[in-house]
Structures are given as C-alpha cells and as structure tokens.
C-alpha cells in the first residue's frame, strides 16, 4: 500500500521560509518521479514542483520558481520542499504525490500571513 505522509507545514509570516518532508513508503521510491501539488481554499489543485526519480531533474510553477526548492533522499524514501520568500497566495494545503498514479498525502497546512 502506497503511504505518503507530509509534515512541515505551519503559520508564516510573509518573507518567511518552511521546509515541508514527505515520508514515503510502500512503493520502490527510488524508482518514482515525485511532486509537489497545492490546493487553496476555493480553488483546485494547483501543480508545485517535480522531480526525476534519481533527483537530477527538477522543474517548478513559474509562481514558486526561484523561491522554492525541491529535493529527495532515496536512501530515506524522503521528499522535501523548501519553501522561501513565502507569500500570502502560497497559502494552501501542500500534497506529496507520485508524478505517475495519483497517489498522494494527506497534505500538511501552510499559512502565511502576518
């Protein structure tokens, strides 16, 4: 059964920084390409970042580019998410996922507001 489970999230204040993990488990991570997904209140799901099964290749939403940083340990079955610069409108529900299958976290809250 694939697990995912995201952690990190919390209340910010503009300018701030967070570092969200997602602990995996249950699939051959190293093998799976691996996002980040956000929903704000009222809107759908919105595409964050990627990344390549081996951690080489990265791409990001042209709202986050320059501000946050994907990465992944394989060895810990780890995704991260590092988070700076936050704005108001980065506020959402943050969701680990497999690229490929739909499979994703139950999310963790990110709220930046002063």
């Known amino acids: 059964e694939v697990q995912l489970v995201e952690s990190g999230g919390g209340l910010v204040q503009p300018g701030g920084s967070l570092r969200l993990s997602c602990a995996a488990s249950?699939?051959?991570?190293?093998?799976?390409?691996m996002s980040w997904v956000r929903q704000a209140p009222g809107k759908g799901p919105e595409w964050v970042s990627s990344?390549?099964?081996?951690?080489?290749?990265?791409s990001y939403a042209d709202s986050v580019k320059g501000r946050f940083t994907i990465s992944r340990d394989n060895a810990k079955k780890m995704l991260y998410l590092q988070m700076n610069s936050l704005k108001p409108e980065d506020t959402a529900v943050y969701y680990c996922a497999k690229t490929a299958g739909g499979d994703r976290g139950q999310g963790t809250q990110v709220t930046v507001s002063s």
């Open positions: 249950g699939f051959l991570f190293s093998m799976a390409g």
């Open positions: 990344i390549s099964p081996g951690g080489g290749v990265t």
